[in-house]
């Protein structure tokens, strides 16, 4: 990853002062861990598909790879599948290794991973599920009609998990799923625009 | 009153800043341990309430071995 620039987000440095103060060591690292592992996963396949590495961003939902090499959607989308792939690979090894050794830490992490990897699969764009549906409506019905598609389906996602969520906060669970709910929510909406324009879904 | 140089805080006091805030919270965590404890325990129960033995649980779930796997390799057959 020569010559690629690395930033961090004043969203990902709340989030890590966050992370810091409230997991216990062996969680923090259980969760570092994890996360790198899935972004090995993506970077092992943008450099397998010949693609370049440009920068590497941390923001408040994790971190991002950028890259360049003119991927086309089949490339674009086994690159958003690489990460949670190898997540869940990672998660059986550990999980397996976590029993057989008696290792509480590897369990943890494999769980860790596990949840990672499903929320990541998730159809929504921020997320790796929904780059990697919009590298197949791309595909499948060209770029306008393609995106308009994956915005609808990235708000439809975003609204059940915050639906599913605000249950959960009623039935004492806790606010997680709709933190996570709201936040796809809210990357639903091209940026600075509304969703809908003169009766049309942008 | 102090106004911040235009351009805001330059690259290097940013990372200065990062790292004090970093140490900051290090130093929190160990001077400060039952009020960090206290702390974690109150942002569990709104975020997720035994979220961290709920993920551990799922990740040994993970690793348990089927029954019918267990049996092949024990030998014995479906």
Redesign the interface.
């Known amino acids: 990853m020569k010559g690629a620039s690395w930033s961090a987000s004043p969203g990902a440095v709340l989030a890590g002062a966050l992370l810091l103060a409230l997991l216990r060591g062996e969680e923090l690292t259980a969760l570092l861990i994890a996360v790198l592992v899935h972004e090995l996963g993506h970077g092992a396949a943008i450099l397998l598909l010949g693609q370049r590495v440009t920068g590497i961003r941390a923001e408040l939902g994790g971190l991002r790879l950028d890259y360049c090499g003119g991927a086309g959607p089949g490339g674009r989308a086994l690159i958003a599948l690489a990460g949670p792939l190898a997540g869940l690979f990672y998660a059986l090894l550990a999980a397996r290794l976590g029993r057989s050794w008696g290792w509480d830490w590897l369990c943890l992490s494999a769980g860790l991973s596990l949840l990672l990897s499903l929320i990541n699969l998730l159809p929504s764009r921020p997320l790796d599920g929904g780059q990697l549906c919009a590298a197949l409506a791309e595909a499948a019905l060209g770029s306008q009609r393609g995106e308009r598609a994956c915005r609808v389906l990235g708000l439809g996602t975003g609204c059940v998990l915050l639906a599913l969520g605000i249950a959960l906060i009623l039935r004492g669970k806790g606010a997680a799923a709709a933190l996570i709910g709201a936040n796809l929510l809210f990357h639903s909406f091209p940026e600075g625009e509304g969703l809908v324009k003169n009766g049309k879904v942008r | 009153m102090h106004r911040l140089p235009e351009g805001g805080i330059g690259v290097g006091n940013r990372k200065r800043l ?1 790292v004090a ?2 140490l900051l ?2 130093l ?2 160990l001077l400060f341990p039952t009020a ?1 404890r206290k ?2 325990e109150r ?7 035994a ?2 033995e ?11 071995e089927s029954p019918r796997v267990a049996a092949l390799r024990r030998g014995s057959g479906p």
């Open positions: 990062l805030g970093l919270l290090l929190w965590r960090a702390l974690r942002a569990e129960a709104v975020f997720w309430p979220g961290s709920t993920v551990a649980v799922w990740g040994r779930a993970l690793g348990e």
